[in-house]
């Protein structure tokens, strides 16, 4: 018991309260991995720390919440991949940058981007769906979780490997999308793996493959799009932020207390049964993967013509 309390009491932010801000409404696989990572911080900083739904302007307006607060480690963002790596290449004014007024802490978890088929016209693997794309041009539409986020442009890039011609249609939201593929509005989507898990167990969509460089513990029997032939990335994460010019034993304690908490048995089993992979990481890190990531994804934003600004 002594030694489990020790990095409690060694901690700046003992005794404190911490919000981890999560800039999208909750119910989603972002919003569970906040409440998993709040709890587990907690138990090894020592800290009250909870989650924050601040949605608004696709993730900007948490984001910049964030960004404004006193930098001393109470007040967190978790944020995904577009946020910090896609939004600067799609906005003219986004309010913010990322790579000068966000430390980065550590990157939190991986997740996959998937494509889902319903009951019409029923692909069973992602061959089939390119040989139907081609086959049926005019109603080659999809759904995405949102207009210029992560699975709108993996599909963009999906599209440009195969020289294929999609139509896309964007929703607020991974739901809105799968279910009007379980109706038949669409043929397809893409839409976040976790968002989806339990409808491909279930049967009521089909998961035809993940974006990543391997098939998750969760989803055995869904390929990865390597596998289907398609050899591109779609590996996308959520990671923790706090405001630029928080003091290094706060940045290093955060850092720490995300490093224990991915190690948690009990915390990773949660984490990988919602299709995401636990990974943490030292600030440095993140700091290269979210400018590696910045230059990754340009190019599809370009692609996509995709300028809420215009």
Known sequence: ???SAAPARASPLAGKTIRIVYPFAAGNTGDAVARILADQLQRSLGAVVFVENRAGAAGRTGTQSVIRSEPDGTTL???PLPVISIYPHSYD???YDPFTELQPISQVVLFDIAFVSGPKPGFDSLKSL?????ANPSAASYGSSGAGGISHLFAVLFAQHNKLDMKHVGYRGSAPAVNDVIAGHIPFASVASGDCIELHKAGTVRMLGVSGPKRLAVLP???????GGIPIDGTAWYSLYAPTGTPAPVVTALHRGVADAMQVAAARERL???GTTPVGSSPEELARIQVEASKYWEPAVRASGFRPDH
């Open 1 to 3: 018991m002594a030694l």
């Open 272 to 274: 990988q049964a919602l």
């Open 93 to 95: 004014k986004l309010g």
């Open 77 to 79: 963002l978790l944020a």
């Open 130 to 134: 390119i040989a139907w794309v081609r």
């Open 221 to 227: 029997d869904v390929p990865t799009f390597t596998e």
